[in-house]
């Protein structure tokens, strides 16, 4: 086996990392034994594991722990091992050591039409430990409309049929689902799905959220916006929940033009929020504004997409109440990934912080952000900055603990990826994920360390 001399052995890179992190924070660690987050005493970098069976590639990767068993984490994905239909979900019992796919979502019959999945993973808990995912499905008898299904398992194994959440005239698009876990909130339990849903021939967008109290079985659908009419277009939603039970919506809007997906590129980062279990929105405003790349540099026309991914803070420490939301921006020679926080609810935004080092100017893309129970904001993220011809790819992380002024970077793992690699052509999936499980910050992301293909990798870091 030929190794590159960019990459170090992994052993090696990996007790590198964690004595660096033991002398930082002036304590001594012991390697972790292989395949297993058992990194004792903390803190450390936890060993990437891959989570899918290979075979065929599996990208997009949301991740989420259960709050009432932390050992139990699920993960959705694009499953190329799943047929007819595309969405795997992988469950772990043992926090992260061990994987196995529990379900491919299955083929639904409306009206006699079957409808396939295509895209658009998305996982969740309520705070009684019930298991959400949910995807875009597509009529594929006739070939005009989808919809978004969710199901759910009590126990992350078995799961009941998909119940259809979010429906329109043509496709729903940009997909995602947020569950409602505080304790204190009136709609605890509460699921969320959004979406764009296109209409039209794609020339008509708008943004809807469809929300449940029951667990799924019923489901009430309200607009977030307008109607965008072309060459005004919505993409890309994203979602969280507030311990006092507010829902936050994040989205994309740009002006198209016959040539371009946005008029020179420019693309604004747009949030409403709902007071009321998601049946009113906000009036839309515009938090941030980006330029846009709808290819990765240095690759072989791999796609970009920019979800503005939105969290929250749900502790009880001086930023409770903080919204976060992480993207990226083309600089003019390198992606960038940033944070930008408002600590008013979503009023005030502040200028964006960038994640990595400001002597990094390496691509750095698909960021994603969480918060802890305790207000640490995590952001993860593949990065570039270690090969030297901007090329392959690493899994990074920064935890923040100033309420996101500032973003310490780690790394990951010491394996490069090539985005080309990815089984797809052109595509290696649309974004990565990450959650917390107790002291631990585990992220998800797209790996072709194999050589191959894109896989689920899981990794993150153990705290205090």
Partial sequence: ??????????????????????????????????GGFNCSPAPCVLPPTQASEGGRGVTSTPIVANPLNQQDLLLGSVDGNC????????????????WQRVLCMPII?????????????????????VAYAAGDYY?????????????KSSNGIRWTKPKVALRGQSYPFETSMAVDTSVNSPWVNSVYVSGVMWSHHGSHKQVVVSHSTDSGVTWTQSAVDVVQKYPEQDFFTRMAVGKDGNVF???????????SICTNNVAHMMFSSSTD????????????TVTTNWELPNSNQVRLDYYPVIAVDNSNGPNSGNLYLGMYTWTGTYLRAQVIRSTDGGKTWSKPVPLAPKS???????PTVSVSPTGLVGVSWLDRRNDPANHDYQAFTAISTDGGKTFPNTQLTDAFSDPDKSGDDGWMGDYM???????????AWMDSSNGVDMQAVIGGVRLK
């Fill in 1 to 34: 086996m030929k190794i590159s001399s960019r990459v170090l052995p992994t052993a090696l890179t990996f007790v590198a990392v964690c004595l660096f992190a033991a002398w930082v924070h002036g304590q001594s660690l012991e390697v972790p034994s292989k």
């Fill in 83 to 98: 047929y007819p239909s595309t969405l795997g979900l992988h469950f772990s019992h043992d926090g992260g050591s061990s």
């Fill in 109 to 129: 019959y409306i009206n006699n039409d079957m409808y396939i999945t295509g895209d658009e993973p998305s996982v969740g808990y309520d705070r009684r430990g």
């Fill in 139 to 151: 009529d594929y008898t006739r070939g005009h409309r989808g919809v978004v299904a969710v199901q």
């Fill in 249 to 259: 919506a994040s989205w994309m809007r740009c002006r198209g033009t016959h040539n």
């Fill in 277 to 288: 279990g998601g049946n009113t929105w906000s009036a839309p405003q515009v938090i941030a």
């Fill in 360 to 366: 990094d100017t390496h691509d750095q893309f698909f």
């Fill in 433 to 443: 994920g990450n959650t917390w499980a107790g002291n631990k910050f585990i992220a």
